[in-house]
């Protein structure tokens, strides 16, 4: 097994101040801003930066899918619904001093595709402060397993890609 030289941390992979939404913002423009931005999933944060929940395009999914034995939405009651309505409130997240490999397990045991990064405070609520994705994660991960593996001829490790 190849042991990484340097384990990177979430803080050199994550997204910085990723696009979020509120808890106000209405499903619809959540529908628009899922097909602009193709985005898997917005952290739902408070007027503070407070992360108060995620939403993803499967919780839209879901607002979206007609009860059994109908064979459309409610469109009407969809229309005036918030992230609120939909969102999920207890929420997994990372710190940015975290390995990248703690993300890389929470994603495989939960099967999340983004995990907010949050940094705590002592009294205070977690505040958003990145988003990490698979392909951060994967990305981080292989430059520690490049590191890790010597050059052919010195034995020396190879140079950190920039």
């Not at 340097?6 to 101040?17: A, D, G, P, S, Y």
């Not at 499903?27 to 407070?50: K, Y």
């Not at 390995?99 to 907010?116: F, H, N, Q, W, Y």
Request: aromatic share 4%; no cysteine.
């Amino acid at each position: 097994m190849i042991t990484p030289a340097v384990i990177r941390q979430i803080h050199e992979v994550m997204t910085l101040e990723p696009f979020t939404v509120t808890e106000d913002t209405g499903l619809e423009e959540l529908m628009d801003l899922f097909s602009r931005r193709d985005f898997n999933a917005f952290p739902v944060v408070d007027h503070s930066g407070t992360l108060q929940g995620i939403v993803t395009k499967l919780d839209l999914l879901r607002a979206l899918r007609p009860a059994r034995g109908h064979f459309a939405p409610d469109l009407k009651a969809f229309g005036a619904g918030t992230v609120q309505d939909v969102m999920r409130r207890g929420v997994i997240a990372v710190e940015p001093g975290d390995p990248v490999s703690v993300a890389a397990d929470l994603m495989i045991e939960t099967r999340l595709r983004s995990l907010p990064v949050v940094e705590r405070k002592h009294g205070e609520g977690p505040h958003l402060v990145g988003i990490v994705s698979h392909g951060d994660v994967l990305r981080g991960l292989r430059f520690d397993l490049a590191d890790a593996q010597p050059h052919a001829l010195t034995g020396a490790p190879r140079p950190r890609p920039a």
